[in-house]
């Protein structure tokens, strides 16, 4: 049995085993969504640290680095500083005010089940967004790995394990896969690094040289070379008439998106106290911005150690790789087809893989048994993030539609277990199905989208809802749906899904033609759209309850009094 698969079971049989233990404390609707409220502030903040650094950020942004360099690293600086707006804006009064999901918040004043529906289609629609990356990033790497195992069964397995650990245990068990990941990709990310800087002596102008030497091009439509710049450089990713417009609407996407994402903002209903939450971020808040400053390590180590040409699946039938490649234009079918048998006898064609910077990495510093150890550490991340969206998920269900909206607030704690185990089931064969279909895409990206949602639907809502009397169930309605579906709409009109494809390449656009909207990233457009909207119906409407309640929230979103405990 090959090492890569000894610690692929061992990483499952750790994960397993905390289900096990978790099951028997899942007896109770507190205890599967809340893990009964008693997670301390401390390791509270390192299952929210494992939430966030995703196998997008492992993988995906590793990858983005090492393909783009310097443009590469800038996308990450978003993700570096998003703590800050939870810190300052939600983590205290999202624990004061709510019980189990954002919705709770967003009702305390409205009190209209309409709300608890529209912030349901919002969580769901995030999630699967989310949970589509981690499970491409999730098919590429044990591709890598163990060749014999297919894309699409390496996604059905992580979608079986996603819901083992959600179904039987709950919060409990999420939180501590949660955070057995966290520490491992820490390490792993500081060992990765070490490495690096060991390679190059100890020197950073060693080290910077030769990210320098290393470069990439811009290409036109047409996919001709129009400019070629060396990875110190600014351009490679962004570029363009609205290449300086893309980055800033990345950044809004990221730096709003966090205080918005259901899967994060859940977590801190698992802690005891709003004390406890704003340790939970403190802590979190050093352990990503640490990490995140060590993607600049995989991210330019991989691409000056592993060298871009060769971040990819190691090809073991050269000669096949030759045919293949040449008959790709003329007979796109056969090549597929071939290659397609390849695979099933183990032998892998080579191809630029983004999402296989880290992995390969550490086995081009550590040798065969650290890429296992990293990949493997890959793997677990990706289990942890899935069973943590799943979850997100499925309370939100649970408790804002069927609890609410459908049984009227009728309690029926047996029927509401059921009901959110089998919305986990629903919502990861609807995840599963799309990661197949969506294999080509980028993890990073898919990623970012969700961060736009998020930012766009969940935000103004929030925050208008928490610091503004005049905030009403019509505002709140009319912000959350604006800033949905105008997201939605302009990512699948924008160059990241809509494009022209040269003729004989790979398809890398899922609609061919011309973007009618320029930025990858909707969030500039939709974000303050998101915010119009909400403020301009809540003016255009009047509702006396909401604003009489106002005072009584901001005092228990302030001292926590009537809080749930």
Known sequence: MSTQLILFIVIIAITLGITAWASSRNRTKE?????????????????????????????????????????????????LVAYLTVLLLVAEPLRNIGKYTMADVLAFRLQHNSVRAVAAISTLTISIFYMLAQMIGAGSLINLLIPQISFTVAIVGVGILMLVYVIFGGMLATTWVQIVKAVLLMFSAIVISVLVMAHFHWSFLDFFSAIASVTGTIKNKAGEVVQTLNFTQPGLLYHGKYGALGLISLGVALIFGTAGLPHILIRFYTVPSAQAARTSVVWATVLIGAFYLMTTFLGFGAATIVGKANIGVHTTGAKATEYIASIQAEKPEEAAKLQTQLSEKGYIVKAPNTNLAAPLLAGALGGDFFLAFVSAVAFATILAVVAGLTIGAS???????????????VEDEGEQLVVARITAAVVGVIAILLAIGLRSLNVAFLVGLAFAVAASANVPAILLSLY????????????????????????????????????????????????????D??????????????????????????????PEMAVRANTGLGAEV
């Not at 649970?398 to 909206?405: K, P, R, Y």
């Not at 403020?535 to 509702?543: D, F, I, M, P, S």
């Open 31 to 79: 205890q599967f969504m809340a893990a009964n409220r008693q997670i301390t502030g401390f390791q509270n903040g390192w299952a929210v640290a494992g939430d966030y650094m995703s196998a997008a950020s492992f993988l995906g942004i590793a990858g983005l680095i090492a393909f783009n360099g310097y443009d590469g690293f800038m996308y990450s600086v978003g993700w």
């Open 395 to 409: 309370t939100s269900f649970a408790h804002d539609v069927w609890f609410n909206v459908v049984k009227g607030g």
């Open 468 to 519: 503004w009397k005049r905030m009403n169930t019509t505002g709140t309605i009319v912000g959350m749906i604006t800033g949905l579906v105008s997201s939605l709409v302009l990512i699948a009109v924008s160059p990241a899904v809509m494009g022209i494809d040269p003729e004989g390449a790979a398809t890398r656009h899922l609609i061919q033609g011309e973007p009618l909207f320029p930025l």
């Open 521 to 550: 990233n909707p969030a500039l457009v939709t974000v303050p759209l998101g915010f119009i909207a909400a403020v301009v119906a809540a003016l255009l409407t009047h509702e006396k309850e909401s604003e009489e309640t106002f």
